[in-house]
C-alpha cells in the first residue's frame, strides 16, 4: 500500500472510530495497534501519515500495513 492510498483508507477518521493497524515483519506482540478515536492529519509537508487520538501522533508505515480495522463511529443512545 502507498503513502497516497493508505491516507485514502484513513480519511473517515475524525475522531469518532478506532482503528487497529497490523503491520507485518513484527513481532507478535507487536503486530498490531490500536488508536481509539483515530483522527488522521492532514498532509503536511513531510508527507508522512500520522494519526492521532489527542494524546499522541502515530506516525503509521504504509509498506508494512497488512491490513486495517476502522470500528464504526460512535453513536449516542436513543433517548425517548
Known amino acids: ?3 497516497d492510498q493508505l491516507r485514502t ?3 473517515e477518521l475524525n475522531g469518532e472510530r478506532d482503528c ?3 503491520f507485518g ?3 507478535s506482540h507487536e503486530s498490531t495497534m490500536i ?5 488522521l492529519i492532514p498532509d503536511e509537508p513531510d508527507h508522512l501519515v500520522k494519526v492521532t487520538d489527542g494524546k499522541s501522533v502515530y506516525i503509521v508505515d504504509a509498506d508494512r500495513i497488512i491490513w486495517i480495522r ?3 463511529a ?3 443512545p436513543h433517548r425517548h
Do not use: D, R, W
Open 70 to 72: 476502522i470500528g464504526l
Open 25 to 27: 515483519s513484527m513481532p
Open 74 to 76: 460512535h453513536k449516542e
Open 9 to 11: 483508507a484513513l480519511k
Open 1 to 3: 500500500m502507498t503513502p
Open 20 to 22: 487497529t493497524f497490523a
Open 35 to 39: 488508536v481509539q478515536n483515530a483522527m
